[in-house]
């Protein structure tokens, strides 16, 4: 791999030096330097390959970090990191200490804004245009979105309130690959098809390429107008201008002969800009392209060989559970439907496409549609599982409320994803479900263990005829063999796994093993409490009863979790008695390994064992055990 010129990029302002001819030269070694570069780390790649040229016409025409640039979600923002001097610390993405796999505005100047979870881009440059307006401030902002996430309403709710706001400098790129994680769904995607496809597209790239290149601005404000006449002459103007927005392309994204000059023309315009930029996932490395979405977020690989399958079979996944058990739950219950915003292989439902394709729906980039569509099918009698990451359910949290709670509607959640993720890291960590569903009237909050108890848990959930959710995390857990059987258990019922003295451990969820292990050296009880809500109020006031204190382990955040239940439990009924909430701290907690950030976070089963002789020291003088 040759990355001479490469290696002279210290900041855009090296890209905005290059002659035309460098800059091809650059793009090449960059898209190999980002293939190499996340083949050793692992990483989002496909999404990266395709905004090679995007990114360095970007920091070429415009004046960055003055000129503000919002990546959407933000996993397509690696060329990004590399051109605007981090390219030494890419051996480090999405690790501990490394940096961050998306824009992050503690990490650099030049990520305007910090993104990751999906729409949000036209928005923030929205209110940054606004407020460089009203500060006299001359400068560009461009929101860079891809089809998929221009799914979002949110998106559109930013379109809606930019189109008519006055005096804005706004350009929203539209980094149309045709693809979303998963192939793109929906009537938009329909609309951009038609868009690109025949003579339109052509006629637009010769424009791109030919007439925007020699043409000074106010001519080509001019041509714009008779274009856009025209177009409404021939046919209707484009949604977006419909919008309010002035639209130009689409145009080739890989191609600078095209870029170039078509971002030179956008930069001396200012309103409501749209651009629509045609690129390919996976662009440039033949079997991302071939298969964007094996290669949309990989571990680590040989590029010379690509992806292989595992020589031994993997333990069992959370997700893998899950989509054996809708497909075996969907097999024997023809009411139930399976739902999913956008999130097909990650939430494990491809099987369940295959099988049952009339009873799938993705319903694109769309968490709030998702939860109130769900809701709708089930005032009509269907059973929909919404299968979900915790942290996108986040966005979804009124449509939660006021249309499946407050109406009692039958919807059961498959909460993926829940506690820590990572090397996706804050923003995509699943703190706080526990804290925000169960405070919900009417939610049942279901928090299993390990594979078998995950299986059971959303059968009980899904036979209950409310609102539920089953929260479990990334990856594997303790190994248990899930089954293949439909069988139930008591709602709101624990189950003691383990008899012992002084102590009680309530454990909520898959750090069981960890705090049975804990209290093996401790000679504790252990609950495996299976519910957050309802909650087994007769188990706590018997555990209370019986011991000296307890200790309640969660994979959530602390407050408002599943610790604080059991404290209101035992304050309702009047109990004093110590209690130590053991789970994840008021802080947001940044990218690293799994099992590492919860080690450090002293939700081990050492760190549950130190905490408890910490606290209880008199119940638990050792002297052998040092205090950390
Ligand atoms: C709110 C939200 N939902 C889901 C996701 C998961 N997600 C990340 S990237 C992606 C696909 C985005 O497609 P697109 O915007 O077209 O970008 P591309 O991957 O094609 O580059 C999805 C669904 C997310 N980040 N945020
Ligand atoms: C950018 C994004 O939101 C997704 O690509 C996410 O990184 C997927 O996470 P998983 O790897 O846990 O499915
Ligand atoms: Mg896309």
Same mark, same amino acid.
């Given at each position: 791999?040759?990355?001479?010129?490469?290696?002279?990029?210290?900041?855009?302002?090296?890209?905005?030096?290059?002659? *035309?001819?460098?800059?091809?030269?650059?793009?090449?070694?960059?898209?190999?330097?980002?293939?190499?570069?996340?083949?050793?780390?692992?990483?989002?790649?496909?999404?990266?390959?395709?905004?090679?040229?995007?990114?360095?016409?970007?920091?070429?025409?415009?004046?960055?970090?003055?000129?503000?640039?919002?990546?959407?979600?933000?996993?397509?923002?690696?060329?990004?990191?590399?051109?605007?001097?981090?390219?030494?610390?890419?051996?480090?993405?999405?690790?501990?200490?490394?940096?961050?796999?998306?824009?992050?505005?503690?990490?650099?100047?030049?990520?305007?804004?910090?993104?990751?979870?999906?729409?949000?881009?036209?928005?923030?440059?929205?209110?940054?245009?606004?407020?460089?307006?009203?500060?006299?401030?001359?400068?560009?902002?461009?929101?860079?979105?891809?089809?998929?996430?221009?799914?979002?309403?949110?998106?559109?709710?930013?379109?809606?309130?930019?189109?008519?706001?006055?005096?804005?400098?706004?350009?929203?790129?539209?980094?149309?690959?045709?693809?979303?994680?998963?192939?793109?769904?929906?009537?938009?995607?329909?609309?951009?098809?038609?868009?690109?496809?025949?003579?339109?597209?052509?006629?637009?790239?010769?424009?791109?390429?030919?007439?925007?290149?020699?043409?000074?601005?106010?001519?080509?404000?001019?041509?714009?107008?008779?274009?856009?006449?025209?177009?409404?002459?021939?046919?209707?103007?484009?949604?977006?201008?419909?919008?309010?927005?002035?639209?130009?392309?689409?145009?080739?994204?890989?191609?600078?002969?095209?870029?170039?000059?078509?971002?030179?023309?956008?930069?001396?315009?200012?309103?409501?800009?749209?651009?629509?930029?045609?690129?390919?996932?996976?662009?440039?490395?033949?079997?991302?392209?071939?298969?964007?979405?094996?290669?949309?977020?990989?571990?680590?690989?040989?590029?010379?060989?690509?992806?292989?399958?595992?020589?031994?079979?993997?333990?069992?996944?959370?997700?893998?559970?899950?989509?054996?058990?809708?497909?075996?739950?969907?097999?024997?219950?023809?009411?139930?439907?399976?739902?999913?915003?956008?999130?097909?292989?990650?939430?494990?439902?491809?099987?369940?496409?295959?099988?049952?394709?009339?009873?799938?729906?993705?319903?694109?980039?769309?968490?709030?549609?998702?939860?109130?569509?769900?809701?709708?099918?089930?005032?009509?009698?269907?059973?929909?599982?919404?299968?979900?990451?915790?942290?996108?359910?986040?966005?979804?949290?009124?449509?939660?409320?006021?249309?499946?709670?407050?109406?009692?509607?039958?919807?059961?959640?498959?909460?993926?994803?829940?506690?820590?993720?990572?090397?996706?890291?804050?923003?995509?960590?699943?703190?706080?479900?526990?804290?925000?569903?169960?405070?919900?009237?009417?939610?049942?909050?279901?928090?299993?263990?390990?594979?078998?108890?995950?299986?059971?848990?959303?059968?009980?959930?899904?036979?209950?005829?409310?609102?539920?959710?089953?929260?479990?995390?990334?990856?594997?857990?303790?190994?248990?063999?899930?089954?293949?059987?439909?069988?139930?258990?008591?709602?709101?019922?624990?189950?003691? *796994?383990?008899?012992?003295?002084?102590?009680?451990?309530?454990?909520?969820?898959?750090?069981?093993?960890?705090?049975?292990?804990?209290?093996?050296?401790?000679?504790?009880?252990?609950?495996?409490? *299976?519910?957050?809500?309802?909650?087994? *109020?007769?188990?706590?006031?018997?555990?209370?009863?019986?011991?000296?204190?307890?200790?309640?382990?969660?994979?959530?955040?602390?407050?408002?979790?599943?610790?604080?239940?059991?404290?209101?439990?035992?304050?309702?009924?009047?109990?004093?008695?110590?209690?130590?909430?053991?789970?994840?701290?008021?802080?947001?907690?940044?990218?690293?390994?799994?099992?590492?950030?919860?080690?450090?976070?002293?939700?081990?089963?050492?760190?549950?064992?130190?905490?408890?002789?910490?606290?209880?020291?008199?119940?638990?003088?050792?002297?052998?055990?040092?205090?950390?």
């Amino acid at each position: 791999m040759t990355t001479d010129l490469l290696d002279r990029i210290q900041s855009p302002a090296d890209v905005r030096r290059l002659t *035309r001819g460098q800059l091809d030269t650059l793009a090449g070694e960059l898209r190999s330097f980002v293939l190499d570069s996340v083949s050793r780390t692992g990483g989002h790649l496909s999404s990266n390959l395709g905004t090679v040229e995007l990114t360095i016409a970007l920091h070429h025409v415009f004046d960055t970090p003055h000129d503000r640039i919002v990546w959407d979600v933000g996993h397509q923002t690696y060329p990004h990191k590399i051109l605007t001097g981090r390219r030494d610390a890419m051996a480090t993405l999405r690790q501990a200490g490394g940096i961050s796999g998306f824009p992050k505005r503690s990490e650099s100047e030049y990520d305007a804004f910090g993104t990751a979870h999906s729409s949000t881009s036209i928005s923030a440059a929205l209110g940054m245009a606004v407020a460089s307006r009203n500060a006299g401030v001359k400068r560009k902002h461009i929101a860079v979105i891809g089809d998929g996430a221009m799914t979002a309403g949110m998106a559109f709710e930013a379109l809606n309130n930019g189109g008519v706001t006055p005096d804005i400098d706004l350009l929203v790129i539209l980094n149309d690959n045709d693809m979303s994680i998963s192939p793109p769904v929906g009537a938009l995607n329909r609309y951009l098809t038609r868009l690109m496809s025949g003579s339109f597209y052509a006629a637009a790239r010769n424009m791109g390429k030919a007439v925007l290149q020699h043409m000074p601005s106010p001519v080509l404000e001019i041509a714009r107008r008779v274009e856009n006449h025209a177009k409404g002459m021939v046919g209707p103007a484009t949604l977006f201008e419909e919008m309010g927005f002035h639209y130009f392309g689409p145009i080739d994204g890989h191609d600078l002969d095209a870029l170039l000059p078509t971002l030179q023309n956008l930069r001396n315009q200012t309103g409501p800009l749209f651009l629509h930029v045609v690129t390919r996932k996976g662009q440039g490395y033949k079997l991302a392209e071939a298969d964007p979405v094996l290669y949309h977020g990989p571990g680590k690989f040989d590029p010379a060989v690509g992806i292989r399958p595992a020589s031994k079979p993997a333990r069992q996944t959370f997700t893998q559970v899950f989509g054996n058990w809708l497909c075996d739950m969907g097999a024997a219950d023809a009411r139930l439907v399976g739902v999913t915003p956008a999130m097909r292989e990650g939430s494990g439902l491809v099987e369940f496409e295959k099988r049952f394709p009339g009873r799938y729906f993705d319903v694109g980039i769309a968490e709030q549609h998702a939860v109130t569509f769900a809701a709708g099918l089930a005032c009509e009698g269907q059973k929909p599982v919404v299968a979900i990451y915790s942290t996108f359910l986040q966005r979804a949290y009124d449509q939660l409320i006021h249309d499946v709670a407050l109406q009692n509607l039958d919807v059961t959640f498959a909460l993926d994803r829940a506690g820590l993720v990572g090397a996706d890291g804050a923003t995509h960590a699943g703190n706080y479900d526990i804290a925000f569903t169960r405070c919900i009237p009417n939610m049942v909050v279901a928090t299993p263990s390990d594979e078998a108890e995950c299986r059971l848990l959303l059968s009980t959930c899904y036979q209950h005829p409310g609102p539920a959710t089953v929260r479990y995390p990334r990856g594997s857990g303790a190994g248990v063999a899930a089954g293949d059987g439909l069988a139930t258990v008591p709602l709101g019922k624990a189950v003691l *796994r383990r008899e012992g003295g002084k102590v009680a451990l309530l454990v909520f969820g898959t750090l069981l093993p960890a705090a049975m292990a804990a209290a093996q050296a401790l000679d504790a009880t252990v609950l495996d409490m *299976r519910f957050v809500k309802p909650i087994d *109020r007769e188990a706590i006031l018997r555990a209370a009863a019986a011991h000296a204190a307890l200790v309640t382990v969660e994979e959530g955040c602390i407050m408002g979790g599943a610790g604080s239940a059991v404290g209101e439990v035992l304050g309702e009924a009047g109990v004093v008695l110590p209690l130590l909430q053991l789970g994840l701290p008021d802080r947001f907690i940044d990218h690293g390994d799994q099992a590492t950030l919860l080690a450090g976070l002293g939700l081990d089963a050492t760190g549950i064992e130190r905490a408890i002789r910490q606290r209880f020291g008199d119940l638990y003088a050792r002297p052998d055990v040092a205090a950390a």
